[in-house]
């Protein structure tokens, strides 16, 4: 008697066990999904505080919206070319630049890497208010369905027109992400459609 009710106990812990296992996996399945390769668009907000020189024009904060149209190139590299507008302290410039993008895919989020340069264009004053500028970031970003993502992340902005004249902002951004290829699940080191 003792030994059935020993077996019996442990065939329903294993079967409850292996029942567990198997739902978490099914209930929360993202860290199995990866970017299969197509058109992506990313819009985000971004506000961004002066870090030195508060005297010079522009030096104080900007605030405004852009928008990437990139491409999605294997698995963890995503590029494209960005537009947008930022509405500084002393006025307005329109950013044109390149954005490359490094992701990692973990199990809730995904963690990336990103680097945009290019230029700001004034129209008000182009050759003496129009610089260039680099920002390298971090930056998270979670799944909300298989073609939809929200993120948000942390960069340093250098904006320069010459070696005498630099200023520096840390910057945030927050958007969201379109994937015109949606999703994939990803097993054993190959993707499935």
Known sequence: MKKLCLISIIILLSVQAAFSQYSAVVADPSFRYVATPGFI??????????REDA???????YIGVTNVFGYQIDRNFSGGIGVGFL?????N?????????????????????YGDGGALISTKNYSDESKIFINP???????????????????????????????TYFNFKAGIIFRNNAFRMFRSGKVDV
Request: a positive charge; charged letters at 15%.
């Open 87 to 91: 509405h500084y302290d002393a006025g």
């Open 93 to 113: 410039l329109f950013p044109f630049y390149l954005e490359y993008k490094y992701s990692m895919y973990l199990k809730r989020f995904t963690p990336y890497l």
């Open 41 to 50: 668009n990313i819009t985000e907000f971004n506000y961004g505080y002066g």
């Open 137 to 167: 970031g971090i930056g998270i970003s979670r799944a909300l369905s298989s073609k939809f993502e929200i993120n948000i992340s942390a960069g340093y902005m250098i904006q320069s027109r010459s070696s005498l004249t630099r200023i």
């Open 55 to 61: 005297t010079a024009s522009n030096a104080k904060y």
